[in-house]
């Protein structure tokens, strides 16, 4: 059996199980049923060889990995954002303080310097959450070379927020 069948057949017995375990760690059934498609997307594209002994570990250590991410990701946010209030509230006038919408313009007129694969990359990363590796099978491009084109756009737009 290949690993599009078996993966399939997975999904259409346990995909209301997993729901449910997705739903319970992030409480929200919408986020959770992105999750689950996100999980079987990622396994339908994996090259790696599946079993039906292997399938059920391989789902629910994918689906917790990308809950961890999630939360980790709440967490720069709510970090992001309590320091924006402790310095707007400490030490600057709110009118000192960029909005988010400010900050977001002058991110794009920096990313607007570089070629469109680097924005590419730099926007799969941070706007999307994705890691090299995922960026890298997502575009089918080599990790190195995703690795190189996340660095020099980092490199610039910190380069072009620094220098306004």
Same mark, same amino acid.
Request: with cysteine.
């Given at each position: 059996?290949?690993?599009?069948?078996?993966?399939?057949?997975?999904?259409?017995?346990?995909?209301?199980?997993?729901?449910?375990?997705?739903?319970?760690?992030?409480?929200?059934?919408?986020?959770?049923?992105?999750?689950?498609?996100?999980?079987?997307?990622?396994?339908?594209?994996?090259?790696?060889?599946?079993?039906?002994?292997? +399938? =059920?570990?391989?789902?629910?250590?994918?689906? &917790?990995?990308? #809950?961890? %991410?999630?939360?980790?990701?709440?967490?720069?946010?709510?970090?992001?954002?309590?320091?924006?209030?402790?310095?707007?509230?400490?030490?600057?006038?709110?009118?000192?303080?960029?909005?988010?919408?400010?900050?977001?313009?002058?991110?794009?007129?920096?990313?607007?310097? +570089? =070629?469109?694969?680097?924005?590419?990359?730099? &926007?799969?990363? #941070?706007? %999307?959450?994705?890691?090299?590796?995922?960026?890298?099978?997502?575009?089918?491009?080599?990790?190195?070379?995703?690795?190189?084109?996340?660095?020099?756009?980092?490199?610039?737009?910190?380069?072009?927020?620094?220098?306004?």
């Amino acid at each position: 059996m290949n690993n599009q069948h078996l993966i399939t057949n997975y999904y259409i017995t346990h995909r209301d199980e997993l729901l449910a375990y997705v739903s319970s760690r992030l409480g929200g059934r919408a986020e959770a049923e992105d999750v689950v498609q996100n999980v079987f997307l990622r396994l339908l594209t994996s090259t790696k060889l599946i079993t039906e002994t292997t +399938l =059920p570990a391989l789902v629910y250590t994918t689906a &917790r990995n990308m #809950i961890f %991410d999630i939360h980790r990701h709440r967490a720069n946010i709510n970090d992001y954002e309590h320091y924006i209030h402790k310095v707007c509230s400490e030490e600057l006038s709110a009118d000192s303080v960029y909005s988010m919408h400010e900050i977001m313009e002058h991110m794009e007129r920096g990313l607007a310097r +570089l =070629p469109e694969n680097f924005r590419e990359v730099y &926007r799969l990363h #941070i706007y %999307d959450g994705m890691k090299v590796s995922e960026i890298s099978d997502f575009l089918g491009d080599n990790y190195k070379s995703v690795e190189y084109r996340l660095g020099t756009a980092r490199k610039v737009v910190r380069g072009y927020m620094q220098a306004i």
